[in-house]
């Protein structure tokens, strides 16, 4: 595949997060959402489906780069790691809403369209819903750590636990997160 | 939600992440794991070669976990660039499958100079042919579990083609434990029963991929 010209700038942000660097780690993610959001946008449109679904996509997509950022290998082009796990969500969120695709009436989605302005939108997803499917304890780590930008020591004691099971119970936390959101096509359904 | 709120929170207090350890270490211990539950199945059930099956034969045993070996190794290899996104693995993936076809020209080789059709069908069928090609798939089911275990920790796009490798590596590391027991030493019989079996292992893996590997 060609090699856009933001790999070498992205992949020396990726190397800085891996390390810990999380200014770096938040500039990667916020250039990531817009290329995806790109991405997404132009896939779905030639599907005829809107900008809330692309920015779910968005979402899953940055999520997953999150939990899978161990199957990176910093000896390989960071390009192709990430469009290759957008391609396979992609493909992912078809297959599961592929209902939706049917009921779709095309009128409607023109409607949409329209108004997409390229304004952000809200992902129809919902934190604090997916949060209450969470354990107790990955939701008070998660609560701490990650929303309430609490250290993994002060989150330990705010939490009654050790800082590894701190460690531990956010990384899980954050792949049944993930997990949430994909049966979320699936609920919706029913 | 704003993609911007998730931004922050995923970018809050980032873990710094080691090179990889993990997978290798995952990898290692489903082998290990998965390699031993294999032999102490073949143990309990059929258990080792005996004096009546016709005693130790080196050649033959080192032949079947030397075919089995080339197999583990390239497929753990392999398995290594499925579960990383974007690495191009599509090459290797063919060469995988060239062992078995070595093996059956070999076979084939082997048959042709055979004289008679009565001696072709016992290099063939040899004693146990039924016992073996039950045995490979059921010893292969520990393997098989634990691979897909280390696998979910990495981040498989294709799950068809990670779940057909992770067959035959398990396939492969059940047809080595009961190489431990198998009274029958003939090219034929280990190219048509072990490399049939293993495929038989990896056509299954290929069908539960999809279904033991989505994230």
């Known amino acids: 595949m060609d090699v856009p010209s933001s790999e070498p700038e992205l992949r020396a942000l990726m ?6 660097d999380a200014i770096a780690y938040k500039m990667l993610l916020e250039r ?8 997404f946008k132009g896939q779905l449109n030639r599907l005829n ?13 940055l999520i997953a780069i999150h939990t899978r950022r161990h199957t990176y290998d910093r000896s390989q082009l960071f390009t192709p790691w990430v469009y290759a796990i957008a391609r396979y969500k992609f493909v992912d969120y078809l297959r599961r809403t592929k209902q ?13 369209n329209v108004r997409d302005d390229g304004a952000p939108v809200e992902s129809s997803l919902d934190l604090e819903r997916l949060m209450t499917s969470l354990p107790l304890r990955m939701r008070q780590a998660i609560q701490a750590v990650k929303l309430d930008g609490l250290s993994v020591r002060e989150a330990s004691e705010q939490c009654g636990m050790s800082e590894s099971n701190v460690k531990v119970s956010v990384h899980r936390g954050l792949k049944a997160l993930a ?8 609920n919706d359904e029913d | 939600m704003k993609t911007d709120h998730l931004i922050d929170m995923l970018s809050t207090n980032i873990e710094p992440v080691k090179d990889s350890g993990r997978l290798k270490i995952a990898f290692g211990v489903a ?8 032999f102490c199945v073949m143990l309990a059930t059929v258990g080792l070669r005996t004096a009546a099956g016709g005693g130790f034969h080196p050649s033959f045993l080192v032949l079947k976990l030397l075919f089995m070996l080339v197999l583990i190794v390239g497929g753990t290899a392999l398995l290594a660039r499925l579960i990383r996104p974007g690495q191009d693995a599509h090459r290797l993936y063919r060469a995988i499958f060239l062992p078995v076809l070595v ?9 042709a100079r055979e004289p008679t059709w009565a001696a072709c069908k016992r290099m ?9 090609a039950f045995c490979i798939p059921l010893f292969a089911i520990i393997p098989f579990v634990a691979l897909i275990w280390a696998l979910r920790q990495g981040a498989p796009t294709n799950l068809t083609r990670t779940g057909a490798i992770a067959g035959l590596v398990a396939g492969a590391l059940g047809a080595a434990a009961y190489a431990f027991h198998c009274p029958d030493d003939s090219l034929p019989f280990i190219a048509i029963w072990y490399g049939a079996m293993v495929m038989f292992c990896a056509w299954i893996g290929a069908r539960l991929g999809p279904w033991l590997l989505r994230w």
């Open chain 1, 49 to 61: 489906r809107g900008p809330v679904e692309a920015e779910d996509l968005v979402q899953e997509v």
């Open chain 1, 179 to 186: 997990l949430q959101i994909r049966k979320k096509g699936r």
């Open chain 1, 32 to 39: 990531l959402s817009s290329q995806l959001r790109a991405y």
């Open chain 2, 103 to 111: 093996l059956g020209v070999a076979g084939v080789i082997a048959l």
């Open chain 2, 124 to 132: 063939v069928l040899g004693t146990e042919w039924a016992t073996c």
């Open chain 1, 15 to 20: 190397t800085a997060g891996l390390v810990g």
């Open chain 1, 100 to 112: 939706s695709i049917e009921d779709l009436p095309i009128e409607e989605t023109e409607e949409i």
């Open chain 2, 31 to 38: 082998l290990i794991v998965g390699g031993a539950a294999s």
